[in-house]
């Protein structure tokens, strides 16, 4: 009877240890399996898209007078005197604010796009400048100018790197704006005067640095720094007493500094 029972526990004993190993056999023929690595997504700058910005403009402005013909009233070395009286320096300044609207191509970092904006700027400055008449003795001549701007609008490409969401550009392009100039003449012990003015719209360029930061796939913030160089004006007017006669001439030009913010939304 011991002997029976004896040989029934190794049977069960044998099972157990039979079990045990078929399930680890088991685990060995199917091994854990980690997940699949899914790469982050990166943002994706291409598209339109469209916004508005607001910032401010600073800029120079090189004025100058010259009799472009003596008549019968500049005698000697008084268009020397004239000239010294309109030479000048301003510099204009103001708030601009405005849209714009573009498309970006993006390949790997490299994003690529074109851009146009339109803006309204108030830039303005006056000068006065004065010299005295080497002939009459008493007079002086007195030489006001003034040059303003109310709008600009630029069409640029732009090219830069994408840190992801955050893009870093360079930009540069054509700009147009319509610029008034105004120049005129008088003296201070005759009765001699005359002015003229222009407002032409003129073509320059423009050029400058940005930084861009999406904030969700639709919306994103700038910063840019832009250069603005517009084409040189000038106006010719006469300048008389009532009887005796002359002609002058003043020409100014226009470089603009402007910083501004802007929001866009791709669609």
């Given amino acids: 009877m011991h002997l029976k029972s004896l040989r029934v526990s190794m049977i069960v004993s044998a099972a157990i240890l039979l079990s045990a190993f078929a399930a680890h056999a088991a685990d060995l023929q199917a091994p854990y399996k980690a997940p699949a690595y899914v790469a982050p997504a990166i943002f994706d700058w291409t598209g339109y898209y469209a916004g508005f910005n607001a910032g401010y403009g600073f800029g120079k402005s090189d004025d100058s007078v010259v009799v472009t013909n003596p008549g019968t009233w500049f005698v000697g070395a008084e268009p020397a005197a004239v000239a010294a009286a309109g030479a000048a320096s301003q510099s204009p300044k103001g708030f601009l604010g405005g849209v714009q609207a573009g498309y970006n191509w993006q390949w790997g ?17 006056s000068t006065t400048g004065t010299a005295a008449d080497p002939v009459v003795v008493g007079n002086s001549y007195v030489i006001s ?12 490409p732009r090219i830069g790197w994408a840190f992801d969401n955050f893009l870093v550009y360079a930009t540069g392009g054509v700009a147009v704006s319509q610029i008034k100039y105004t120049s005129s003449h008088s003296e201070t012990a005759t009765a001699a005067a005359g002015s003229g003015s222009t407002n032409p719209i003129k073509m320059g360029w423009v050029a400058g640095l940005g930084v861009e930061w999406a904030w969700s796939q639709r919306w994103s913030v700038k910063a840019e720094y832009l250069y603005t160089r517009i084409a040189s004006v000038s106006t010719d007017y006469g300048v008389n007493n009532g009887v005796l006669t002359a002609s002058e001439g003043g020409a100014a030009n226009l470089n603009i500094n402007i910083a501004r913010l802007g929001v866009n939304y791709r669609f």
């Fill in 145 to 156: 100018q003034e040059i303003k701007t109310n709008w600009l609008g630029t069409a640029r």
């Fill in 109 to 125: 970092h490299i994003v690529a796009g074109l851009e146009a904006d339109f803006d309204y700027m108030g830039l303005k400055a």
